[in-house]
């Protein structure tokens, strides 16, 4: 079995696990990073690669869950996050570098008239939420099923119904909690839609009218592999928002600079209200941000009286990194070559499928994808949930024990193509790939 095979090639990595496990839960800094019976601990990354610490390399698509879009250890961020530690690493003071990057992601994003940077991408989501109920004096939040916008409590509801039966109406999806510790009342103001479903968004829109503040989801939903929006569901989100007085928050975390240069609202065409920012702008630092309309972003504090703190918040070792990232390595060739792979990567995929004679499919955007063990493209997370879990597991272990991370540990995840990623790199993972489902269809 392929998890045998990826046990055999990883005893010290498997010792290390014993001792991490003994005194940080799990093993791991976040549950995302764990799988079973442990998962690879590494030693040293550059470019696409990764190694553990049995010496095997990996070619790694999961790049930090898309954060590492320049890819590992760049050097040209290393030298500027180098050059910024010999100045200090944070002040709790303003410098200017934090107004530089700023303005450049405002060059990417035009409807971002102010900005905010924050610690982390579930900082972002946490305080945009924060931001328009202050705005609109609403507390009811829209969010999609399946859809993940970090773990503050308001947002962590309905991220991955297991059942049909526990999801809900499809119209009227439940809200469900994610974790132990929230209380009840937490999704008292937090309801459920579908993906690239505008009859359910109307009906909630009406159901809940004049009670709802925002309605935040990802444009291209990255939470049930990769499923972009169909045609017109942007443009129909964009109206009845409007319509209904309800402000659009786009979380940009996972895909903004990553699926173009100005991320889904270019790609898409579509002006948020306010647009959630983290990963890819941090050039592989701890960066999230969160911004849009003026009239808005001027609510927050100390302008108006929407909190916002934080006392690592634009700290001046991530604006160096974030701005070396975006000004010298994330140019617009750049994101076009990444494109280029994305496409031969998801026609690989799709010609080995079709060859091997497996019950699944390729879903894409750009330099993002990944296999869906379903035989029909899902448009929405319950679509995508009726996959094969066995399959994905077989094909999981199989691509590690071939030097493959094939995507982030969970079949909800996608590869991610790095701005490190050559050809060869996507060749090799092609003809890994053939071998790995042959023997996946073998052992179903």
């Not at 800094?29 to 550059?46: E, L, N, R």
């Not at 979380?251 to 948020?272: F, L, N, S, T």
């Not at 209200?273 to 990963?279: E, G």
């Amino acid at each position: 079995m392929s998890l045998d095979a990826y046990v055999a090639r990883t005893p010290l990595t498997a010792k290390e696990a014993a001792r991490a496990q003994a005194i940080i839960p799990g093993g791991v800094g976040s549950a995302i990073q764990f799988w079973s019976p442990y998962p690879i601990y590494v030693k040293d990354s550059q470019g696409a690669y990764v190694w553990d610490l049995d010496g095997n390399r990996y070619t790694d698509y999961c790049m930090c869950y898309a954060a590492m879009v320049a890819g590992h250890a760049n050097p040209i961020i290393a030298e500027a996050i180098a050059e910024q530690a010999k100045k200090g690493t944070l002040y709790g003071l303003p410098s200017p570098t934090a107004t530089d990057l700023a303005e450049e992601i405002q060059k990417r994003y035009p409807s971002i008239d102010m900005i905010r940077f924050t610690q982390s991408g579930v900082e972002a989501t946490m305080y945009a939420v924060r931001l328009a109920r202050a705005a609109t004096g609403k507390l009811g939040v829209l969010k999609v099923e399946g859809a993940y916008h970090g773990a503050s409590d308001i947002l962590l509801v309905s991220t991955g119904p297991r059942t049909i039966e526990a999801a809900g109406p499809a119209l009227e999806p439940t809200s469900l909690i994610d974790s132990a510790g929230i209380p009840p009342g937490t999704t008292e103001h937090t309801h459920i839609v579908q993906f690239n479903d505008l009859e359910g968004l109307e009906h909630l829109l009406e159901k809940y009218k004049d009670q709802i503040a925002c309605f935040i989801l990802e444009p291209c939903m990255t939470n049930g592999g990769v499923i972009p929006p169909d045609s017109g569901y942007l443009e129909g989100v964009r109206e009845l928002t409007r319509q209904y007085g309800v402000l659009l928050i786009f979380d940009e975390v996972k895909i903004g600079a990553r699926i173009a240069y100005g991320g889904a609202a270019e790609k898409y065409g579509i002006k948020p209200d306010l647009i959630c920012l983290a990963k890819a702008i941090g050039g592989g630092t701890p960066l999230g941000a969160f911004g849009g309309r003026r009239d808005l972003m001027e609510m927050i504090s100390p302008l108006g009286p929407a909190v916002h703190y934080g006392t690592y918040n634009a700290n001046p070792l991530t604006m160096s990194a974030g701005l070396a990232c975006l000004t010298s390595v994330m140019t617009r060739d750049k994101y076009e070559e990444m494109d280029r792979l994305g496409a031969k990567m998801a026609a690989g995929l799709k010609a080995i499928i079709e060859r091997v004679g497996l019950p699944a499919c390729v879903t894409w955007e750009g330099p993002l994808g990944g296999i869906q063990f379903v035989p029909e493209t899902p448009h929405n997370y319950r679509q995508a949930n009726m996959g094969n879990k066995e399959m994905w597991t077989n094909y999981w272990y199989g691509m590690l024990s071939r030097g493959v991370i094939p995507m982030g540990s969970a079949w909800f995840e996608e590869y991610s193509i790095s701005a490190a990623h050559t050809e060869a790199d996507i060749d090799e993972t092609l003809n890994i790939t053939e071998d790995v489902l042959n023997e996946v269809k073998r052992l179903a």
